[in-house]
């Protein structure tokens, strides 16, 4: 294989065989094929596209450039939830522990958040004592024993993603569909979950910004799945405003809780409900998604599902004081009222500026290498629809100190457009 005769073939349009794909992710992965061919390919794979099985093809390629889980012969069926990625969107917190309750194992391997988007690594950190780091044995030992475990990537798990990633962030290459779909698939294949649900976000705070868009990664996503042998189901939701009522790390977690006591946001419990049933369906322990959805509504009211996240936080060495005392949780050192000018109704959050909000907070990382607080970010939000009163406030800014909370005040405040009363 000469990598620049693979370039040219994809730069005119031409159809790349497996051997030609294979033969490049490796020698990417390995170090023979240098930073500079691997961008033009990726660049030429961003304006010709690539077809479904040039696609599943870069996808196991860049699956098998690392270590490979493997659930065979498990009790009971695996699976997974993937989100593409959003403000206030603490759903796995909630969906892992609940989809046991459904009959399913959830080995779930997590990202950090980057620039507004956070993650679910990072929330869970925030719980004192909480191992993200558990070797493969420990990981299949807490799936085995409490049905679920939730924990980081490994530099080992599709090394070939990790590489090509960095370079498509400083190339101009990220919003391509097969691109996409190969990243985020090689991650969640190599975790040997049979099922896989995709929560494709869309809006203004989303990768994928239209209906159309968002469409299309989720029709890649769950055609790769499929051509290499998973189950999948897809979702299209919105991403332009906040989920639920916080956004940050430790009062996502609060807010998990709350979820997972049969209160929370009505926003967060339905897609946490509608993702985990999703999952039940498309991996057969129940017939239909209102059956489904029914028990899980009962799940989360009765405490089961609260239960299991309890015993997956205590085998992952976490202190569990957090689900009944919150304040166990890291506290801000300020908390300032972002309140409302005047009375009327909320129409508009805006998630891209409440996530920009979060990360001047300190709540999140604009390059990997930051360190975040883990107790800053927003909570009591309002949400579109409600009734507010002059002076009433529209959220909470919380901050190491003062000065760092006021500071977003003008920017919090322009996030929330209430529409004056008549
Ligand atoms: N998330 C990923 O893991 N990869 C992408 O390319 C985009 C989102």
């Known amino acids: 294989m000469v990598p620049q005769w693979?370039?040219?073939?994809?730069?005119?349009?031409?159809?790349?065989?497996?051997?030609?794909?294979r033969s490049f992710i490796h020698g990417f992965t390995v170090g023979d094929i240098p930073e500079y061919q691997m961008s033009a390919l990726a660049m030429a794979i961003y304006f010709r596209g690539m077809t479904d099985e040039e696609t599943a093809v870069l996808t196991d390629a860049m699956m098998r450039s690392g270590d490979l889980l493997s659930f065979e012969n498990w009790p009971c069926p695996t699976a997974d939830k993937h989100s593409t990625g959003g403000i206030g969107d603490k759903i796995s917190l909630m969906l892992a522990p609940l989809a046991v309750t459904a009959g399913l194992a959830v080995p779930m391997i997590s990202g950090r958040g980057l620039g507004i988007t956070g993650g679910t690594l990072d929330k869970l950190e925030s719980i004192s004592g909480y191992n993200t780091r558990l070797d493969v044995d420990a990981f299949k030992r807490v799936v085995s024993e409490v049905g679920c475990s939730i924990i980081g990537q490994t530099d080992r798990l599709a090394p070939a993603d990790k590489k090509l990633y960095a370079l498509r962030d400083v190339t101009g290459t990220v919003p391509s569909v097969p691109l996409i779909t190969a990243s985020i698939m090689s991650k969640k294949l190599a975790e040997g979950a049979q099922t896989l649900v995709f929560d494709v976000k869309c809006g203004r705070a989303a990768f994928m910004r239209t209906p159309e868009d968002a469409r299309k990664l989720a029709d890649s996503l769950c055609r790769v799945g499929r051509a290499l042998g998973r189950k999948t189901d897809a979702l299209i939701t919105d991403m332009n405003r906040p989920l639920g009522r916080t956004a940050g790390n430790a009062v996502e977690v609060r807010e998990a809780v709350e979820t997972l006591r049969g209160a929370g946001p009505q926003d967060t419990r339905d897609l946490t409900v509608e993702l985990t049933a999703r999952m039940a369906v498309t991996a057969g322990t129940y017939p239909d998604l209102e059956q489904a959805k029914v028990a899980l509504y009962a799940k989360l009211d009765d405490g089961s599902a609260l239960e299991v996240f309890r015993r997956m936080v205590v085998a992952q060495g976490g202190d569990p004081a957090f689900i009944d005392h919150s304040e166990c949780l890291p506290q801000p050192g300020a908390a300032v009222e972002v309140s409302a000018e005047n009375g009327g109704k909320v129409t508009d959050v805006d998630a891209e500026a409440i996530g920009r909000v979060?990360?001047?907070?300190?709540?999140?990382?604009?390059?990997?290498?930051?360190?975040?607080?883990?107790?800053?970010?927003?909570d009591r939000l309002v949400q579109v629809g409600e009734q507010v009163e002059a002076g009433q406030p529209l959220m909470r800014l919380l901050a190491r100190d003062r000065a760092t909370a006021e500071s977003c005040l003008p920017a919090a405040r322009a996030a929330?457009?209430?529409?004056?009363?008549?």
């Open 416 to 422: 929330v457009t209430v529409q004056a009363d008549e």
């Open 358 to 378: 979060v990360l001047r907070l300190g709540g999140g990382r604009q390059q990997v290498t930051d360190t975040i607080d883990p107790a800053a970010g927003v």
């Open 6 to 21: 693979v370039i040219e073939k994809k730069r005119d349009g031409g159809v790349l065989d497996e051997s030609e794909i």
